[in-house]
């Protein structure tokens, strides 16, 4: 009986764990370090944020972002944008709370 309650509680805890791991891995946006440049790809843009620059570059539309949904780069300080030759739109609140 008390071999079983011992299981009981290693299984509680062992879900928890999955679980957690789980809920995490939801907030992970896919951001990578390569040489102190933080990169994202977004559909088919890229971007980084160097010496107070943030840069975007790809193909086609930047989709649309909400006040719950916010873009990749929100968050970062940058007091300057490069939106390079190919992107063809800047989605809506793409600088959303941007100062």
Known sequence: MKMR?????MFIV????????????CF????????????????TLTWSV????????GSGPMRDYTYNSSAPWSGE?????????????IGDYAFFGQQ
């Open 50 to 57: 160097e010496d107070g620059v943030l840069t975007i570059s």
């Open 5 to 9: 309650c011992i299981f009981k509680k």
């Open 14 to 25: 062992l879900l928890s764990m999955v679980i957690c791991g789980s809920f995490l891995a």
């Open 77 to 89: 300080s940058f007091e300057s944008v490069v939106i390079e030759e190919g992107i063809t739109s």
């Open 28 to 43: 992970n946006d896919g951001a990578t370090e390569e040489g102190g440049r933080k990169k994202v790809d977004t559909d």
